[in-house]
């Protein structure tokens, strides 16, 4: 039996065909009611009707909308960042670089996450000025032009970012992950950056506050540094070594340091491994070329899903509990583990570093939490409003797409290669012109 949805779309191809037929044969004396009719027949007949479109089950479990983390914002500037984090003017020169080497963090999706990273490095003492958002949603102007609702995964607050003082740059269109490496690339002729620092957007970073373990001294004693601090030391001794080096990694590659004249010679990223493996290719192939990478710290960089509940708490606003709460919960049943988990302060403790250990002991509880056992990238899908709004895309759609880019990138990485793993230099002694060349060396 045609089901009910048959019947209506003949019905409507049928008004359509004559309302098409009415305008070519003026005259024709076929009635409306003998189509349908006719269609009816035929639909009941042997003879195939059209094809019938049918919907995905809906998603059984919608998240929460999210919560704008810095509230704040809307009815007054930030607080003072904490007094031993406020960096010197021109700290740079102290450091006998030519320029203030800049921070670049791209954006792609899920703002409170994003405006995390930014207050969180502005706090531990990285000068607002010298930051520069990058703004890779595709979404044009919509954001500039304030747009989009904050329920809108692409959603990004040009006014907040403007209040703490940083610098956004928009690509031109939503750019892959190596295309955004690329992209750096480029912004370093346009502003003549000798080095630049990048970060991850989804990171938390704190300044040893408590001395590191030796790292530097704690917060209230002569000669502490901040993670600014440490970071433009890092830099000038780079610089004072001199030899070939590529990148400094501080925490993985979740903050580095980049010397582009080792992009350059290696042609920069491949963008054709659009997201993960790339790192691997890029990093592999700076190696073989015999530019270095050391990995190096200056501050804690934790890698986080989640977004403390009011972004005040970096600024140890007295009061304010240090809270995290997951932007795009996955279902309550899969959720395990506790999504908040308020950190009270030692009391035994310097009520400063009190504040400091709470920030860091929570940002742990968020790394846990991110690595658990919910998916690591599952925190990108669920922020699911902005229908109707400029430049929409279905977000289920968009991971759904990225996730098949992403293993026909990890596929063009194994033929690149003849490898299926990130070691291709300590594994079968790759060289650089090998790329391509290679048959595979796994079943
Ligand atoms: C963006 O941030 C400003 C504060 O700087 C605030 O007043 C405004 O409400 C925010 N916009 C949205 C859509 O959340």
Same mark, same amino acid.
């Given at each position: ?48 009707? &059209?094809?019938?479109?049918? $919907? %995905?089950?809906?998603?059984?479990? #919608?998240? =929460? *909308?999210?919560?704008?983390? @810095? ?15 406020? &960096?010197?003017?021109?700290? $740079? %020169?102290?450091?006998?670089?030519? #320029?203030? =080497? *800049?921070?670049?963090?791209? @954006? ?336």
């Amino acid at each position: 039996m045609p089901n009910r949805r048959v019947l209506l779309n003949l019905g409507i191809f049928t008004i359509a065909c004559l309302v098409i037929a009415g305008i070519a044969f003026p005259s024709s004396r076929v009635t409306i009611q003998d189509l349908v009719v006719q269609k009816v027949q035929e639909a009941k007949g042997a003879k195939p009707g &059209p094809p019938v479109k049918k $919907y %995905k089950p809906e998603p059984t479990y #919608v998240p =929460p *909308p999210i919560r704008e983390n @810095f509230p704040l914002l809307a009815t007054s500037p930030p607080p003072p960042i904490p007094k031993w984090n406020q &960096p010197r003017e021109d700290m $740079y %020169k102290e450091y006998h670089l030519p #320029v203030a =080497p *800049p921070l670049l963090i791209g @954006f792609t999706r899920t703002w409170p996450v994003l405006q995390q990273a930014v207050v969180s490095y502005i706090t531990a003492g990285w000068p607002a000025s010298q930051i520069y958002v990058i703004e890779n949603t595709g979404v044009q102007q919509a954001n500039a032009r304030g747009q989009l609702s904050l329920q809108n995964p692409f959603f990004l607050n040009h006014t907040a970012l403007k209040a703490l003082g940083v610098n956004i740059i928009q690509t031109p269109t939503l750019l892959s992950f190596a295309q955004l490496q690329n992209f750096y690339l480029s912004l370093t002729y346009e502003h003549n950056w000798p080095y630049y620092f990048w970060s991850h957007m989804d990171v938390v970073a704190l300044s040893f506050e408590d001395g590191g373990g030796g790292m530097t001294v704690p917060y209230n004693q002569p000669g502490y540094k901040t993670l600014y601090e440490l970071a433009l030391a890092a830099l000038r001794n780079q610089r004072a070594k001199g030899g070939k080096w590529a990148m400094r990694f501080f925490a993985y590659d979740h903050l580095s340091l980049v010397n582009p004249e080792a992009y350059e010679d290696v042609g920069g990223w491949d963008t054709m491994i659009p997201y993960y493996a790339t790192d691997c290719d890029m990093y592999e192939r700076l190696r073989m070329k015999g530019w270095s990478i050391v990995e190096d710290r200056v501050g804690i960089i934790t890698d986080v899903a989640s977004a403390f509940e009011d972004l005040r708490v970096f600024y140890r606003v007295d009061g304010v509990q240090a809270k995290f709460v997951d932007p795009n919960p996955p279902p309550p049943e899969k959720n395990q583990r506790r999504d908040t988990d308020g950190v009270t302060r030692r009391d035994e403790e310097d009520p400063n570093l009190a504040k400091w250990h709470a920030l860091r002991i929570t940002s742990d509880n968020m790394y846990h939490h991110k690595h658990g056992n919910r998916g690591r990238n599952t925190w990108q899908l669920g922020q699911q409003g902005g229908q109707g709004e400029p430049f929409y895309y279905p977000q289920q759609g968009l991971a759904e797409a990225l996730e098949l880019i992403t293993e026909t990138g990890r596929e063009i990485f194994r033929r690149k290669w003849g490898h299926r793993d990130c070691e291709l230099i300590k594994d079968g002694h790759r060289v650089y012109d090998d790329a391509w060349r290679l048959e595979k060396d796994f079943k």
